[in-house]
């Protein structure tokens, strides 16, 4: 199968033919398609999750947030759930993925031990390294916006909006998305927090 082609967007992690070869649904052809595939069973998985969230201890382990892509993706991908093994247009090197989540989970944990930020922040800082590793072929963004709602649900908040926008889909949302994820690589979080709760 070839890759799933749609509208060019820079900064959409590229599917490469091996990833696009394990595709599971035989009649996507386009990126289209493929966004609604996805997003049909992550809005099934994100609901049952969110009937019964993981505490925050459950959550922030490595395991299972690889767990949780995988139930995201696993109808439409075989490789969900596993860490990348090919290198890409964002995030640290694949050999780099594994003690960079483990290093992210421990100091999630620290920040809540020791009331680091606020709740809404630390949820958004989790967001911001998970999108910046990069742990999979495809789903970084989806996965890590899913995570940092759990983890707001988990601290006693209620879970983000995102601009109340599908931010797979490119427009102006997803633009401003992009650009505060640039600030935040710069340690300055006040504009992924702001779209986070607009």
């Not at 820079?10 to 966004?35: K, V």
């Not at 999108?131 to 988990?154: E, K, P």
């Amino acid at each position: 199968m070839n890759t799933p082609a749609g509208p060019s967007d820079e900064h959409a992690t590229p599917i490469e033919p091996q990833e696009a070869a394990q595709l599971l649904p035989s009649f996507i052809t386009t990126r289209d398609e493929l966004n609604r595939a996805e997003q049909r069973a992550i809005t099934e998985v994100t609901r049952l999750v969110l009937r019964n969230p993981p505490a925050p201890d459950r959550l922030l382990d490595a395991a299972y947030l690889l767990a949780l892509h995988k139930r995201m993706f696993g109808p439409v991908w075989k490789w969900a759930g596993k860490i990348r093994t090919t290198e890409r247009n964002i995030g640290v090197e694949a050999w780099r993925i594994r003690s960079d989540l483990q290093q992210l989970v421990g100091d999630t944990r620290a920040w809540l031990e020791f009331d680091s930020f606020p709740p809404d922040e630390i949820a958004v800082r989790l967001h911001h390294r998970l999108v910046a590793i990069h742990c999979f072929a495809n789903g970084n963004g989806r996965h890590a916006r899913s995570v940092a709602d759990l983890l707001a649900i988990g601290l006693g908040q209620m879970a983000f909006t995102w601009g109340a926008a599908n931010l797979a889909a490119a427009s102006d949302v997803r633009i401003a998305y992009i650009a505060a994820l640039k600030r935040a690589d710069q340690h300055d979080y006040a504009p992924l927090l702001s779209l986070a709760r607009s």
